[in-house]
């Protein structure tokens, strides 16, 4: 067995030990990847609800008069105009426009934010905010006395209302404050599969009685890491260190959509230069011709030369071939052929848009107008 | 871990099961169950020779492309077609419905080099410790 001593643990591992499920190191976490196996677990949130312990993830709550504070000018995009019991998905970028992170800010309050933050670069954004938020903005690390479950899938309204007993009306990214238990629980209209599905933050010592609560109800099956990646590729969403990192700039990861040209933020001008002088490299999404998946780092040709490298490829469950993504050095349009090869194994597949999986309960169209402002 | 008897072993968790002068290959349990649902496999093609040890077919999960090498040396009699569209078969049952290929045999010696049932047994084990 590998040594698992030094990695973080949520508190549902004993939970995830009971289950059955395989454990594996995610960001410095050892995280449950599977219980039931990653199809079945991707089929049952397509079509059910699926809950996930993402406690790994890390939050911040912060203290900001944006009259006074910069904390605005630290992030993509506008949160001048987000209403209170909103939430919106963006970026932190360095000087070079390349992204530190991506998250989800919610507005608690006029004043009062809560940043929802990648595991692995919790600890870098934590240092980041500090050295550059100005004395009229307050930072406070709540990610370890604070637990986040998510559950996902067409079922998971009805699911949350019946176990608990409430009204969860609720539009997409936004977020309430519900009595659940005795507790005052937020719970946001978000997710990272495509499905209608819950995000809720608890209290550490409140999840495993949240977590065995839902799991209660026998439309909710556990599902691991394993299946919330093939479940955002499908959709498109990139995943941060795979797709996006402080290398890779919104507008070649195609995500421009997310930032507010109209306001001033860290890393504007390195992006302005870059439209500019136009992009070098961009990421394109491909569909292959066989279940047959190009993997990450497989390389990417066009018309015989190599072009780029795969950043996330898998099988999809619900269509049945390859799919991926990753970063090419040339402009190519929809629908073009392109081909892996990768020792003995070539396959075949064609330049396509995002998302993969067009029949999710989530649009796409949707994510995008609930973050822009 | 389901181990059959009269089969032979890899190190590698590729099954070989000998009558007279052909051989079924496969891969085993426990092989199935670490890649976790497989999606596709490359089988070799009829007539191909194999060489003992020599990557004979690649399986993919979800996870993970991983090879898959050859218990025996031989030429290729015949591949399992059905792993083509449902190659799930292979963890639903990897000794019988999840057959690989049937080749003739190019040398019996070779099944020296690989472990009988209760030595593969005794393997598995310690590799789950």
């Known amino acids: ?373 | 871990m389901l181990v059959p008897d009269n089969l032979l072993f890899t190190k590698d968790h590729e099954w070989a099961k000998i009558e007279k002068d052909t051989a079924t290959i496969g891969i085993t349990d426990f092989a199935q169950h670490s890649l976790g649902d497989i999606t596709f496999i490359d089988l070799p093609k009829p007539k191909a020779v194999l060489s003992q040890s020599k990557i004979c077919a690649t399986v993919e999960s979800v996870k993970a492309a991983s090879d898959v090498y050859s218990p025996l040396s031989g030429e290729v009699l015949k591949i399992n077609g059905e792993l083509a569209n449902s190659p799930e078969l292979v963890n639903k049952s990897p000794y019988e419905a999840g057959w690989f290929a049937v080749i003739k045999i190019a040398d019996l010696k070779e099944k020296d080099a690989l472990m009988d049932t209760a030595k593969y047994k005794e393997y598995v084990e310690t590799l789950s410790k």
């Open chain 1, 1 to 373: 067995m590998e040594d698992y001593a030094n990695l973080k643990k949520t508190p549902l591992i004993e939970n995830h030990n009971k289950l059955g499920a395989r454990l594996a190191p995610f960001g410095g976490w050892l995280m449950p990847i599977q219980y039931s196996g990653i199809i079945d677990e991707h089929n049952w949130v397509r079509s059910s609800a699926g809950l996930f312990d993402i406690c790994h993830m890390g939050e911040f709550e912060v203290e900001a008069d944006l009259s006074k504070s910069n904390l605005e000018y630290l992030l993509t995009f506008n949160l001048n105009n987000m209403p209170c019991g909103s939430c919106r998905y963006g970026f932190m970028l360095n000087n070079d426009g390349g992204i530190i992170d991506d998250l989800v800010v919610y507005r608690i309050s006029t004043a009062r934010w809560m940043l929802v933050v990648n595991a692995a670069t919790a600890q870098g954004d934590e240092e980041y905010l500090r050295q550059n938020i100005n004395n009229d903005t307050g930072l406070k690390n709540i990610s370890s006395e604070t637990g986040k479950i998510d559950l996902q899938g067409p079922l998971s309204k009805k699911i949350i209302e019946k176990t608990f007993g409430i009204n969860l009306d609720l539009e997409y990214y936004t977020f309430g404050y519900f009595k659940i238990l005795g507790k005052n629980i937020l719970i946001s209209r978000t997710g990272y599969t495509g499905e209608l599905g819950y995000e809720l933050y608890l209290p550490a010592e409140e999840v495993e009685t949240f977590w065995e609560e839902i799991l209660g109800d026998e439309r909710v099956k556990p599902a691991g890491l394993g299946a919330r990646d093939t479940l955002r590729l499908e959709m498109g969403y990139s995943l941060y260190g795979q797709d996006i990192d402080n290398t890779t700039t919104p507008l070649e990861a195609g995500l421009s959509y997310f930032i507010d040209w109209d306001k001033e933020f860290n890393g504007k001008e390195a992006l302005l230069k870059q439209k500019q002088e136009g992009l070098k490299r961009r990421i394109i999404c491909f569909a292959a011709d066989s279940r047959r998946a190009p993997r990450h780092n497989y390389r990417i040709n066009y018309k015989g030369k190599e072009i780029g490298a795969v950043t996330s490829g898998s099988f999809s469950p619900s269509l049945g071939i390859g799919i991926g993504m990753g970063y090419v050095n040339e402009d190519i349009a929809l629908g073009e052929g392109i081909m892996f090869r990768e020792n003995s194994i070539v396959i075949k597949a064609n330049i396509t848009k995002r998302p993969f999986y067009k029949n999710g309960t989530v649009k796409y169209k949707e994510i995008k107008n609930a973050c822009s402002g």
